[in-house]
């Protein structure tokens, strides 16, 4: 019954899942009626085998994504913590004590038995002197004396067996909304680990391709270089044939000293952005990375659907509403700690007591507490402003969350549409600086171009490969960011490690 009400709260619609509807709706400018599948990882999309790797490796190792998973199982066991309270308690319990035998007169329970002693002594008396004037043998009569011995031990034994039990009967709900409210917390906790893993899974993927950036730059500097230096060789003999001056080779010389210059920079970029993915990944600096292979085809853009996806599709929506949930619960909990509280109790067992011997008996005993709350410092009326306060906060945190999944979905629509025309864009470019370096070194070798044009075409061709590089590298980024935005249903899919 228990947990029927805890899973009513998952699968109803809640007030505040149709409030957070309505304000997504009220707000957001994008949205078509596609209904895309986001079940599947959304790098699967993307054709690269080191990126899938990366991705598979960081959320494996990722030590943030270890400790929101540790924040998981904790809440969760918070959840069993509470129910806890809502169950009966049992316990057995063993118990004994020794003590001198004159203690048993200040024991409250020894102490208000009757002494029947000087009783038994006196109606022994009684019968020797019936005896003696009916001349009966007095060795026929009772022993009411105890016979030889006439003295107690000095120490005696008093011990315990008993199986106790309580219940708090949770009559005005307390316990039972606490229960609700930690449970909702738990969820929340779980909703924030997949966030973390959509999160993350975004920055292993920029993370990737920055490095993939970062190699391609040293390459094509490299490639920049030998091509600097191969004109170099022509501008040289040129010169030494007399059909060139000596300016052409001072001014190629520069040329290649000044592209030789961006190589180290190259290469240290290259080695940070190596250390960065690896740091993600929780692996040392100099961690072995997989190899890559350029920049891969991107498949069209995925469709988008419509706003209110997000509350079912953004992880970090998810975590924010059921928070705001598990508040209005505690609110509402913190009143009945107004209300008075019932406990029954019940025990049964056996009591010992040894003196030469041991005796026993079998006990057992039921009652009922009722405590009525009068007065507790303000405790209670402070607790209620507290949790009052909590769901302010929480309301106000998934609002904000709500407003930042809007924004960051029509951010990544836009760069996705803007950096796909940027990259076409600069493609045409880089193309057409290619040409003009390729004819401007035919005309100079055929004597029909002055040196200084191909200078100028072999820097705009520099500058156009450069520009191309990261033209490629925003284009990935950004579709990655609009993967990351839209969200989706495979971080729940996904096996966590545990």
Request: hydrophobic share 40%; no cysteine; charged share 20%.
């Amino acid at each position: 019954m228990i947990w029927f009400l805890l899973s009513s709260t998952v699968l109803a619609s809640s007030p505040v899942v149709e409030e957070t509807r309505a304000l997504v709706s009220s707000i957001a400018q994008y949205g078509d009626t596609a209904q895309p599948d986001r079940s599947q990882p959304w790098w699967n999309s993307i054709q690269d085998k080191g990126l899938h790797e990366v991705i598979q490796t960081g959320l494996s190792e990722n030590p943030g994504l270890a400790a929101a998973r540790a924040r998981s199982d904790l809440a969760k066991a918070t959840t069993w913590q509470s129910l806890s309270g809502l169950l009966p308690t049992i316990a057995f319990e063993a118990a004994t004590q020794q003590a001198p035998t004159d203690a048993m007169t200040l024991n409250p329970g020894t102490a208000s038995m009757p002494n029947y002693s000087e009783a038994f002594q006196s109606l022994g008396q009684l019968l020797e002197d019936v005896a003696a004037f009916t001349g009966d043998d007095p060795s026929t009569l009772p022993d009411f004396t105890g016979g030889e011995q006439t003295e107690l031990p000095e120490t005696f034994r008093q011990s315990s067996t008993m199986l106790k039990g309580s219940w708090a009967i949770d009559i005005f709900g307390r316990q039972t909304l606490s229960t609700m409210a930690a449970h909702k917390d738990a969820r929340a906790a779980r909703s924030g680990e997949h966030g973390q893993m959509r999160a993350l899974a975004g920055q292993l993927g920029t993370a990737w391709y920055n490095l993939v950036a970062a190699r391609e730059q040293s390459r094509l500097v490299q490639e920049q270089v030998n091509t600097a230096s191969e004109l170099l060789e022509i501008v040289q003999l040129r010169y030494e044939r007399g059909e060139g001056s000596a300016l052409d080779v001072l001014q190629q010389r520069q040329q290649l000293a000044g592209t030789q210059a961006l190589l180290p920079r190259a290469q240290a970029g290259e080695k940070a952005a190596h250390g960065r993915l690896s740091i993600a990944l929780g692996k040392s600096p100099t961690a072995s990375l997989p190899p890559s292979n350029g920049w891969p085809e991107l498949e069209s853009a995925p469709a988008i659907g419509s706003p209110a996806r997000l509350i079912d599709d953004r992880a970090d929506v998810r975590a924010a509403i059921e928070t705001v949930e598990g508040a209005r619960l505690r609110r509402a909990s913190s009143f009945s700690a107004l209300a008075p509280t019932v406990t029954l109790t019940g025990q049964y067992g056996k009591q010992y007591l040894s003196f030469d011997e041991t005796d026993s008996v079998n006990t057992w005993g039921i009652g009922a507490v009722a405590t009525v709350p009068l007065f507790a410092g303000g405790r209670t009326h402070s607790g209620i402003r507290a949790a009052r306060a909590a769901r302010d906060i929480a309301q106000m945190e998934l609002r904000s969350t709500v407003l930042a999944a809007v924004d960051q979905v029509e951010n990544a629509v836009t760069m996705e549409a803007a950096a796909e025309k940027t990259l076409e864009a600069v493609r045409h470019q880089a193309q057409a600086a290619r040409q003009a370096l390729d004819e401007s070194r035919a005309y100079y070798l055929q004597g029909l171009a002055p040196y200084v044009t191909v200078l100028a075409a072999l820097a705009a061709d520099q500058a156009a490969q450069l520009g191309l590089l990261d033209a490629e590298r925003n284009r990935l980024e950004a579709r990655i960011q609009l993967h990351t935005a839209l969200g989706g249903h495979w971080v729940t899919t996904r096996e966590s490690p545990r």
